[in-house]
């Protein structure tokens, strides 16, 4: 049995995580550089593992290349890689996720904006494009004139960005979710000057398992996209009442490693080896 990880300037930490855990269970570590990859060369077997911690498209290709059936994966269909969601926040309303009220905007016209803002229960709403991480690309805007000049731009570089309705008084949560259990969960913190969250590095607000709730709409999450594993965000208001805001595949794990020492790596070595098992039964 080898594992097979697909990397392409994914931060060092990582690897090494994934490295450690692969030579704990003595399973081979094999790092498959995607910017140098020649087909014909690796050749991975039914009764291996493959992950691709790396977002960059020339890495979805080369999963995809590497994938055949058997081989074990993070994607819960048997075609592997070779499908994915299209429309992630209309998978989670078809599951019945509680994610926050929102409008695709193809069209940068005041009157329509401006009904839709008041259907998503008035300003600040948040604009969002898909495709970034980090909170690139998730843009506040908390007047008509400021929604219509940004909707206006992106609508102008061929994007369709979502508009939400604005969650305030709630807390940010990163749910990191390996098969069906959290096997981390850590608060996001405000940055200065800005909306947007980061996470936290006091070791007190990283959590192996979150609250039954959040753990529960993160797993369902994962499984409305038809995947194993992920870094799902939640934001729990002062209500009680939970909000799922996306779910992120691959995602950065190292994080609740590195501060929290949750042991993120190991789990999804476990649950790779173990489906690996299943399927030579």
């Known amino acids: 049995m080898k594992f097979y990880c697909v990397n392409d300037n994914v931060p060092t930490e990582t690897i090494e995580y994934l490295k450690q855990s692969s030579s704990q ?9 995607a910017g140098a990859f ?36 993070f994607y819960s269909d048997t075609d592997g890689p070779l499908f994915t969601c299209s429309n992630p926040n209309l998978a ?7 994610i926050p009220r929102y409008f695709t905007c193809n069209s940068f016209d005041p009157g ?42 992106l609508v102008a570089q061929g994007v369709s960005p979502n508009l939400s309705a604005y969650i305030p008084n709630a807390i940010h949560w990163r749910v990191v979710v390996v098969g069906k259990r959290a096997v981390a969960a850590y608060k996001n913190s405000t940055i200065e000057n800005d ?28 499984e409305a996209l038809r995947l194993e594993f992920g870094g799902v965000d939640l934001l729990e208001h002062e209500s009680g ?7 992120n595949f691959p995602c950065y794990f190292a994080h609740a490693q ?16 173990s489906k690996s098992k299943k399927h030579s039964t």
Not at 39 to 44: D, H, N
Not at 92 to 98: D, H, N
Not at 202 to 222: F, M, T
């Open 195 to 222: 909306f947007r969250t980061i996470g936290t590095t006091s070791p007190e607000e990283i959590y192996e398992k979150p609250n039954q709730l959040l753990e529960e709409i993160a797993v369902q999450s994962l």
């Open 25 to 33: 269970r003595v399973i081979d570590f094999i790092e498959v550089n």
């Open 112 to 153: 329509l904006l401006r009904n839709q803002v008041d259907l998503l229960g008035g300003f600040p709403v948040v604009v969002k494009v898909s495709g970034y991480s980090r909170g690139v690309g998730v843009i506040r805007a908390d007047s008509i004139e400021s929604l219509v000049s940004i909707i206006e731009y």
């Open 258 to 273: 590195i501060y929290g020492n949750c042991d993120v790596s190991g789990a999804m070595l476990d649950y790779l080896i």
């Open 241 to 247: 009442r939970v909000y799922l805001l996306e779910a």
């Open 92 to 98: 989670f309303v078809k599951a019945g996720l509680p």
């Open 38 to 73: 020649e087909p014909g060369t690796i050749f991975v077997d039914s009764k291996d593992l493959l992950f691709r911690p790396a977002i960059s498209w020339r890495a979805v290709q080369v999963e995809q290349f590497l994938y055949r059936k058997g081989v074990s994966t």
